[in-house]
């Protein structure tokens, strides 16, 4: 198991902020909401109580080419949308393909294309059912189709671990590269399932706001009047690969990925530990990974997904790791600004970590009306700078079954 140090080279995500990694950030810092109300007729068809989303911005299928975008589902067209943009960023590096890995996550896979099946069989028959549909609703899919585009022969994997899945496949990334499986890594995670099934079902478990009549303003992490989740779209993707590598070839460094934890609580099929005890355990193994302690960390990207039981139980997993230090920590909860992109969100707030530590800056967290003293992280509603000892950050995700994923970033 070699140490080498481990760099992110290059970065690409289409999410409700924007269609590429510098869009969605600038967009994050000028504390833009990408929550909208759904123009669907599904919405008022099958009355539902939720009647918005942080959908993309841009469609996917507008930025790849149709033949291409006809072959997959919507969460795959994400995931090639944003690795096209973060391989092209990492300079299109040249390595042998057996040198090449993908690590890659999803929440839910094809749901769309498994739906679409479904409706096309009983209103057309079994002769009318694409031949396609397997290959594209599989949760593999993203993982698959960036293998054979991007040549990468060493692995494909797939991890789907609810809305810890893309923070696990970059501590997983970490893992394989420093296992010697592959030099350079393609890493992150994606997810499309904002349709009449999953916001039915999340509302039924009283999972979702219904600010109905103001979204943007719906997803609000922290504050005392918070009443749930807003579903977001979209993927993300980091390069990965050691430092030697990456200077060897001239490649431009955001950061380094120094750690990573994961850990499941035993707990619950979808409430977290209230005690914290798997995420802070996950906090704990990532900062082992980076031979780091609690003082050193500077900037926390939370999980905080405005859910009135969430965000203080991740306050109290905190806590449990950094004493009262918790209460100084610049946090961001970016959720409140995406929405909550399930199996990609974790990426997407890796390379808001990594955004961080480069521009040494934490982002805004708007939204933010009266602050729950359950939850007195330090946040704010505009950026606040980070100090000159602060060059070591965690990126938290906590997933339905008990799924725990940190990831810990430096600066370079």
Not at 46 to 65: M, S
Not at 69 to 77: E, G, M, N
Not at 151 to 163: E, G, K
Not at 200 to 217: C, H, I, K
Request: negative net charge; aromatic residues 6%; contains cysteine.
């Amino acid at each position: 198991m070699s140490n080498s140090r481990i760099v992110v080279t290059g970065i690409g995500a289409t999410s409700p902020l924007g269609g590429t990694a510098p869009e969605s950030w600038s967009a994050l810092l000028e504390g833009v909401s990408g929550t909208r109300t759904l123009e669907y007729d599904w919405v008022e068809k099958y009355q539902l109580p939720v009647t918005f989303a942080a959908e993309a911005k841009v469609r996917p299928e507008t930025v790849l080419e149709r033949p291409i975008a006809k072959r997959l589902d919507p969460s795959s067209q994400f995931a090639l949308v944003a690795a096209m943009e973060a391989w092209a960023d990492a300079g299109s590096p040249e390595v042998d393909p057996e040198r090449l890995g993908v690590d890659f996550a999803t929440g839910i896979g094809g749901l769309h294309t498994l739906l679409d099946g479904w409706d096309t069989l009983r209103e057309k028959g079994p002769r009318r059912v694409l031949p396609m549909t397997v290959p594209m609703l599989m949760p593999n899919a993203a993982a698959g189709n960036l293998s054979l585009h991007f040549n990468a022969r060493a692995y494909a994997r797939t991890v789907a671990s609810a809305c810890a899945s893309s923070t696990e496949s970059i501590v997983n990334a970490i893992e394989h590269i420093r296992a010697g499986y592959a030099d350079v890594v393609i890493a992150g995670g994606t997810e499309s399932v904002i349709h009449p099934v999953t916001i039915a079902a999340f509302s039924s478990m009283q999972a979702l706001s219904r600010r109905n009549d103001d979204p943007a303003t719906a997803s609000r992490p922290c504050s005392i009047d918070r009443d749930g989740f807003v579903m977001g779209e979209g993927a993300a993707v980091l390069i990965l690969e050691t430092e030697e590598h990456a200077r060897a070839r001239g490649a431009k460094i955001y950061a380094a990925v120094v750690g990573g934890g994961v850990t499941a609580d035993s707990y619950h099929i979808t409430a977290n530990d209230p005690e914290g005890l798997g995420a802070s355990r996950a906090v704990r193994l990532a900062l082992d990974m980076a031979d780091a302690s609690p003082d050193d960390v500077g900037h926390i990207n939370a999980h905080a997904t405005s859910t009135p039981v969430g965000d203080p139980n991740e306050y109290t997993a905190l806590r449990s790791v950094f004493g009262d230090r918790i209460d100084e920590i610049p946090v961001s909860a970016t959720k409140a600004s995406t929405g909550h992109l399930l199996g990609g969100t974790g990426a997407l707030e890796a390379i808001f970590t990594v955004m961080a530590l480069k521009e040494r800056v934490a982002p805004p967290t708007i939204n933010l009306t009266t602050q729950d003293p359950e939850v007195p992280f330090r946040i704010s509603g505009t950026p606040t700078p980070l100090g000159d000892g602060e060059h070591l950050a965690i990126s938290n995700s906590f997933g339905f079954g008990g799924h725990n994923a940190v990831a810990a970033f430096a600066s370079v």
